[in-house]
């Protein structure tokens, strides 16, 4: 299923429906290292890898932030994804990539310094420009993928943070 999802998202990319103000760049392939890179700088070095936590990530933001799937020790079930800012956020953003996508398609954008997902503002889409978002069309395409859903942004958010660590008390820990 998580690879089933990893290639919905670059096909989304692919195909322009991931077009501002959606700020999500999909990286050419998951990837456990590239994480481990920004986790090492997080860090100051190496030492977070002993914990037998790790990141994959799958996706970047305009900034540098970094989306992954978190694997901790304890999990049992599918991975939550979770967000390295680049201004030093860290957060559970949804229980599973599934949960992610069907956010994003459903037109919600991650807002690190207000710690949730807020809606489009549609005004930001210029309707004249012939690559501007979709957001119908975007929903459209995950439905007939997915499936149609009615639960909220919100409601997937709490469930991810409700069901697994503080991944923010992780990090901070591990700073110091």
């Known amino acids: 299923m998580t690879s089933d999802l990893f290639a919905f998202l670059s096909t989304l990319q692919s195909e322009g429906r991931l077009v501002s103000p959606i700020d999500l760049e999909i990286l050419e392939a998951p990837s456990e290292a590239v994480a481990a890179e920004t986790m090492d700088a997080w860090f100051d070095g190496a030492n977070w890898r002993a914990t037998g936590h790790r990141v994959v990530a799958f996706a970047q933001d305009g900034t540098g932030g970094q989306f992954g799937l978190w694997h901790y020790p304890e999990l049992d079930g599918e991975p939550p994804v979770v967000l390295l800012g680049s201004e030093g956020s860290a957060a559970v ?6 949960d ?3 956010q994003t398609c459903a037109g919600m954008q991650w ?4 710690g949730e997902w807020n809606p489009i503002d549609e005004d930001e889409i210029d309707e004249d420009d012939e690559y501007a978002l979709d957001l ?3 929903r459209a395409r995950a439905d007939a993928e997915l499936g149609p859903w009615t639960e909220t942004s919100e409601a997937m958010m709490k469930r ?5 660590p503080d991944f923010k008390a992780w990090v901070e820990g591990l700073r110091g």
């Open 160 to 164: 991810g943070v409700e069901r697994h």
């Open 111 to 114: 807002y690190p310094f207000e």
């Open 93 to 98: 953003l949804a229980d599973s990539l599934l």
């Open 136 to 138: 119908a069309g975007l």
């Open 100 to 102: 992610f996508v069907r």
